[in-house]
């Protein structure tokens, strides 16, 4: 499994640099502005939280995983002004996500799964 795992992570890793090499490129023809990238930066949050979302070797990897989907959506849906969401009107959902994530942390322990 760990094998896997880092082959994933490899492939991603190799992945994000040609994105990034390749919106750098564009960026220096002038087909593309790079300041415009950033803004979407949260959502690498969530490409790094669904790989490891795969083959989990321990429940403390998989709440990772998840605190790190969500806090890349969480932080994009403010950037993006989704449901008139800010950071100051939206942080009671990181305390309900943590609470959320609590239960299934100990419901995966209970079954055994660390």
């Known amino acids: 499994m760990k094998d896997g795992y880092s082959w994933r992570g ?12 390749a919106a750098f490129l564009f960026d220096r023809l002038d087909m593309f502005d790079m300041r415009d990238l950033w803004h979407y930066s949260p959502l690498l949050l969530v490409v790094f ?8 070797t321990q429940v403390k990897v998989l709440i990772g995983g998840l605190w790190m ?3 890349g959506l969480w ?13 100051h009107n939206s942080w009671p959902l990181v305390v309900v996500f943590g609470g959320i994530v609590m239960i299934v ?5 209970q079954r055994g799964k660390e």
């Not at 942390?105 to 322990?109: D, F, G, Y």
């Open 105 to 109: 942390e100990a419901i995966l322990k």
């Open 49 to 56: 939280g669904i790989n490891r979302l795969f083959d989990y």
């Open 69 to 71: 989907i969500f806090m």
């Open 75 to 87: 932080v994009f849906a403010n950037f993006e002004g989704w449901f008139d969401f800010n950071f």
């Open 10 to 21: 490899q492939l991603l890793w190799g992945l994000i640099l040609i994105a990034i090499g």
